[in-house]
């Protein structure tokens, strides 16, 4: 592992291409809701529960990482938060998953999925969270 002098951030790849104090994750969430601050809080209290992890405010989203960075919170709207999951196959059959789509040049697919409420993160959703995570120990 590597960790980045500047931002303590560890990294797989030793000088990892990242962005380094750019946003801090209060520059995500001033101004949203509270209903949207409470699912993104869910969101990573629910995480939480599966192992720890740590929260990586980037340019454009805020990632949620372990040993890497494995799912991403792409859009806090004013009712709902957007979160990608890439894995190496599409899971086609769920009920969760709005949007599945390859990440260009690479093996990922992207499964999008939008959170409108706490109880959207059901059973099924704790499922693909776990796979997540699992991927990125």
Request: glycine share 4%; aromatic share 12%.
């Amino acid at each position: 592992m590597w960790t980045c002098p500047l931002c303590n951030q560890q990294f797989v790849n030793t000088n990892q291409v990242h962005s380094c104090r750019d946003k801090e994750l209060s520059d995500f969430l001033n101004g949203r809701s509270d209903h949207t601050v409470e699912l993104f809080d869910h969101l990573l209290s629910e995480y939480r529960l599966i192992g720890e992890v740590k929260i990586h405010p980037t340019k454009s989203m805020i990632s949620i990482g372990a040993r890497k960075k494995f799912a991403y919170i792409i859009q806090l709207g004013k009712n709902f938060i957007d979160v990608v999951f890439p894995f190496k196959q599409p899971y086609k059959d769920n009920l969760c998953f709005n949007k599945i789509k390859p990440v260009p040049g690479s093996d990922d697919y992207n499964h999008h999925l939008r959170i409108y409420f706490k109880e959207d993160i059901n059973d099924e959703v704790r499922l693909y969270m776990k796979m997540a995570f699992e991927n990125a120990i």
